[in-house]
Protein backbone atom coordinates (compact mmCIF):
# COMPACT_ATOMS: atom_id res chain seq x y z
CA UNK A 1 0.00 0.00 0.00
CA UNK A 2 0.97 3.37 -0.76
CA UNK A 3 1.67 5.28 2.49
CA UNK A 4 1.83 9.57 1.94
CA UNK A 5 2.21 11.04 5.32
CA UNK A 6 1.96 14.53 6.58
CA UNK A 7 4.06 16.50 9.34
CA UNK A 8 0.95 17.53 11.54
CA UNK A 9 -2.34 16.96 11.76
CA UNK A 10 -3.00 20.40 12.86
CA UNK A 11 -1.06 23.45 12.67
CA UNK A 12 -1.49 26.97 14.46
CA UNK A 13 0.75 30.08 13.48
CA UNK A 14 0.93 33.87 13.82
CA UNK A 15 0.60 36.09 10.75
CA UNK A 16 3.77 36.43 9.32
CA UNK A 17 5.39 33.52 10.66
CA UNK A 18 7.67 31.07 8.31
CA UNK A 19 5.60 27.61 7.59
CA UNK A 20 7.07 24.62 6.50
CA UNK A 21 4.47 21.57 5.78
CA UNK A 22 6.56 18.28 5.15
CA UNK A 23 4.81 15.44 3.16
CA UNK A 24 6.85 12.02 2.70
CA UNK A 25 5.67 9.28 0.68
CA UNK A 26 6.99 5.59 0.59
CA UNK A 27 6.78 4.74 -2.76
CA UNK A 28 9.10 5.89 -4.97
CA UNK A 29 6.79 7.83 -6.61
CA UNK A 30 7.56 10.69 -9.36
CA UNK A 31 5.01 12.65 -8.94
CA UNK A 32 3.98 15.12 -5.61
CA UNK A 33 1.68 17.46 -5.19
CA UNK A 34 0.34 20.14 -2.93
CA UNK A 35 -3.40 20.98 -3.07
CA UNK A 36 -5.54 23.01 -0.77
CA UNK A 37 -9.03 22.46 0.07
CA UNK A 38 -11.65 24.97 1.11
CA UNK A 39 -15.28 25.27 1.49
CA UNK A 40 -16.99 25.60 -1.49
CA UNK A 41 -13.91 25.33 -3.78
CA UNK A 42 -12.84 21.80 -3.94
CA UNK A 43 -9.13 21.21 -4.09
CA UNK A 44 -6.90 23.22 -5.97
CA UNK A 45 -3.42 23.17 -6.88
CA UNK A 46 -0.66 25.01 -5.59
CA UNK A 47 2.72 23.39 -6.54
CA UNK A 48 3.58 20.43 -8.19
CA UNK A 49 6.87 18.17 -8.94
CA UNK A 50 7.50 15.76 -11.20
CA UNK A 51 11.23 15.21 -10.17
CA UNK A 52 13.73 15.61 -7.50
CA UNK A 53 14.67 19.66 -7.77
CA UNK A 54 11.72 20.60 -10.33
CA UNK A 55 8.77 22.21 -9.43
CA UNK A 56 5.64 23.86 -11.71
CA UNK A 57 3.18 26.23 -10.54
CA UNK A 58 -0.16 24.49 -9.92
CA UNK A 59 -3.09 27.42 -9.93
CA UNK A 60 -2.85 29.25 -7.25
CA UNK A 61 1.03 29.93 -6.18
CA UNK A 62 1.21 33.05 -5.19
CA UNK A 63 2.06 33.43 -1.38
CA UNK A 64 4.04 30.00 -1.52
CA UNK A 65 6.96 28.38 -2.37
CA UNK A 66 8.27 24.00 -2.66
CA UNK A 67 11.19 22.55 -2.28
CA UNK A 68 11.66 18.94 -2.97
CA UNK A 69 15.98 18.00 -2.55
CA UNK A 70 14.76 14.07 -2.30
CA UNK A 71 12.33 11.70 -4.22
CA UNK A 72 10.09 10.68 -0.95
CA UNK A 73 10.02 14.05 0.02
CA UNK A 74 7.94 17.24 -0.99
CA UNK A 75 7.71 20.70 1.13
CA UNK A 76 5.11 23.29 1.14
CA UNK A 77 6.74 26.51 2.52
CA UNK A 78 4.31 29.99 3.33
CA UNK A 79 7.44 32.66 3.71
CA UNK A 80 5.55 35.33 5.49
CA UNK A 81 2.06 33.22 6.65
CA UNK A 82 -1.49 35.47 6.25
CA UNK A 83 -5.01 34.85 7.85
CA UNK A 84 -6.24 34.38 3.98
CA UNK A 85 -3.94 30.38 4.02
CA UNK A 86 -5.85 29.14 6.70
CA UNK A 87 -6.95 26.26 5.39
CA UNK A 88 -6.64 22.08 5.08
CA UNK A 89 -3.17 21.59 3.13
CA UNK A 90 -3.40 18.12 1.74
CA UNK A 91 -0.33 16.74 0.08
CA UNK A 92 -0.56 13.72 -2.95
CA UNK A 93 1.58 11.63 -4.82
CA UNK A 94 1.79 9.45 -8.05
CA UNK A 95 3.37 7.13 -9.83
CA UNK A 96 4.19 9.17 -13.17
CA UNK A 97 3.83 8.35 -16.70
CA UNK A 98 0.66 6.67 -17.55
CA UNK A 99 -0.36 5.73 -14.04
CA UNK A 100 -3.36 9.02 -13.37
CA UNK A 101 -4.38 7.77 -9.75
CA UNK A 102 -2.72 10.23 -7.12
CA UNK A 103 -2.69 9.02 -3.69
CA UNK A 104 -3.27 11.25 -0.80
CA UNK A 105 -1.84 12.02 2.91
CA UNK A 106 -3.87 12.99 5.57
CA UNK A 107 -4.07 16.44 5.85
CA UNK A 108 -2.76 19.96 7.49
CA UNK A 109 -5.22 21.65 9.02
CA UNK A 110 -3.24 25.17 9.46
CA UNK A 111 -4.85 27.98 11.12
CA UNK A 112 -3.01 31.31 10.70
CA UNK A 113 -4.03 33.96 13.45
CA UNK B 1 -8.67 26.82 -18.27
CA UNK B 2 -10.20 23.22 -17.30
CA UNK B 3 -13.41 22.89 -15.46
CA UNK B 4 -15.00 20.35 -13.40
CA UNK B 5 -18.87 21.04 -12.17
CA UNK B 6 -20.43 18.73 -9.72
CA UNK B 7 -24.01 18.04 -8.54
CA UNK B 8 -25.89 18.19 -6.52
CA UNK B 9 -23.76 20.20 -3.81
CA UNK B 10 -25.11 17.83 -1.03
CA UNK B 11 -27.88 15.59 -0.45
CA UNK B 12 -29.67 13.67 2.00
CA UNK B 13 -31.23 9.97 2.13
CA UNK B 14 -32.54 7.11 4.03
CA UNK B 15 -30.03 4.10 4.21
CA UNK B 16 -31.36 1.63 1.41
CA UNK B 17 -32.03 4.49 -0.98
CA UNK B 18 -30.16 4.57 -4.52
CA UNK B 19 -27.95 7.62 -5.37
CA UNK B 20 -26.68 9.09 -8.37
CA UNK B 21 -24.09 11.44 -8.35
CA UNK B 22 -22.97 13.86 -11.27
CA UNK B 23 -20.06 15.61 -13.09
CA UNK B 24 -19.55 17.46 -15.66
CA UNK B 25 -16.46 18.80 -17.56
CA UNK B 26 -14.63 20.64 -20.20
CA UNK B 27 -11.30 19.72 -20.59
CA UNK B 28 -8.78 20.28 -23.11
CA UNK B 29 -7.07 16.87 -24.31
CA UNK B 30 -9.42 14.70 -21.85
CA UNK B 31 -7.02 11.66 -20.42
CA UNK B 32 -9.22 10.22 -17.65
CA UNK B 33 -11.97 10.66 -15.08
CA UNK B 34 -11.50 9.77 -11.95
CA UNK B 35 -13.56 9.73 -8.57
CA UNK B 36 -12.32 9.97 -4.64
CA UNK B 37 -14.52 9.24 -1.72
CA UNK B 38 -13.49 11.77 0.99
CA UNK B 39 -14.85 10.90 4.93
CA UNK B 40 -12.80 12.85 7.61
CA UNK B 41 -8.92 13.41 5.82
CA UNK B 42 -7.51 11.96 2.86
CA UNK B 43 -9.71 11.37 -0.12
CA UNK B 44 -9.16 7.75 -1.43
CA UNK B 45 -9.54 6.69 -5.03
CA UNK B 46 -12.46 4.95 -6.14
CA UNK B 47 -12.93 4.44 -10.06
CA UNK B 48 -10.99 5.45 -12.93
CA UNK B 49 -12.43 6.20 -16.44
CA UNK B 50 -11.27 6.65 -19.61
CA UNK B 51 -13.46 5.43 -22.27
CA UNK B 52 -16.81 5.82 -22.54
CA UNK B 53 -19.82 3.58 -22.01
CA UNK B 54 -17.62 0.99 -19.78
CA UNK B 55 -19.07 0.80 -16.64
CA UNK B 56 -16.80 0.30 -13.84
CA UNK B 57 -17.88 -1.53 -10.68
CA UNK B 58 -16.90 -1.61 -6.78
CA UNK B 59 -19.72 -3.30 -4.78
CA UNK B 60 -22.43 -1.21 -4.35
CA UNK B 61 -20.86 1.88 -6.42
CA UNK B 62 -20.43 2.07 -10.43
CA UNK B 63 -19.46 5.04 -12.41
CA UNK B 64 -19.50 5.44 -16.34
CA UNK B 65 -18.57 7.68 -18.13
CA UNK B 66 -20.04 9.70 -21.80
CA UNK B 67 -16.55 11.45 -23.16
CA UNK B 68 -19.62 12.90 -26.03
CA UNK B 69 -21.60 14.33 -23.47
CA UNK B 70 -18.72 15.43 -21.35
CA UNK B 71 -20.05 13.42 -18.06
CA UNK B 72 -19.97 11.11 -15.72
CA UNK B 73 -21.63 9.37 -12.70
CA UNK B 74 -21.44 7.78 -9.80
CA UNK B 75 -24.05 5.15 -8.38
CA UNK B 76 -24.17 3.73 -5.24
CA UNK B 77 -27.19 1.56 -4.47
CA UNK B 78 -28.50 0.16 -1.04
CA UNK B 79 -26.71 2.98 0.78
CA UNK B 80 -25.17 2.87 4.08
CA UNK B 81 -24.46 5.55 6.64
CA UNK B 82 -20.98 4.69 5.75
CA UNK B 83 -21.34 5.78 2.65
CA UNK B 84 -21.49 9.26 3.84
CA UNK B 85 -18.72 11.34 2.42
CA UNK B 86 -17.70 14.07 -0.30
CA UNK B 87 -17.14 12.59 -3.59
CA UNK B 88 -14.65 14.03 -5.81
CA UNK B 89 -14.71 14.05 -9.18
CA UNK B 90 -11.29 14.95 -11.48
CA UNK B 91 -9.92 15.02 -14.83
CA UNK B 92 -6.65 14.52 -15.91
CA UNK B 93 -5.72 16.37 -19.39
CA UNK B 94 -2.38 16.09 -21.26
CA UNK B 95 -0.57 17.36 -18.49
CA UNK B 96 0.20 15.89 -14.86
CA UNK B 97 -2.29 17.78 -13.01
CA UNK B 98 -6.15 17.05 -12.11
CA UNK B 99 -9.20 19.17 -11.79
CA UNK B 100 -11.22 18.87 -9.69
CA UNK B 101 -14.58 19.75 -8.49
CA UNK B 102 -15.90 21.04 -5.40
CA UNK B 103 -17.54 17.93 -4.39
CA UNK B 104 -21.40 16.61 -3.88
CA UNK B 105 -21.47 15.88 0.20
CA UNK B 106 -24.20 12.98 0.88
CA UNK B 107 -25.53 12.40 4.38
CA UNK B 108 -27.02 9.11 4.63
CA UNK B 109 -29.77 8.78 7.24
CA UNK B 110 -30.41 5.55 9.53
Known amino acids: DVKVTQSSRYLVKRTGEKVFLECVQD?????MFWYRQDPGLGLRLIYF???????EKGDIPEGYSVSREKKERFSLILESASTNQTSMYLCASREGGLVDEQYFGPGTRLTVT | EDKVVQSPLSLVVHEGDTVTLNCSYEVTNFRSLLWYKQEKKAPTFLFMLTSSGIEKKSGRLSSILDKKELFSILNITATQTGDSAVYLCAVRSSGDKLTFGTGTRLAVRP
Open chain 1, 27 to 31: MDHEN
Open chain 1, 49 to 55: SYDVKMK
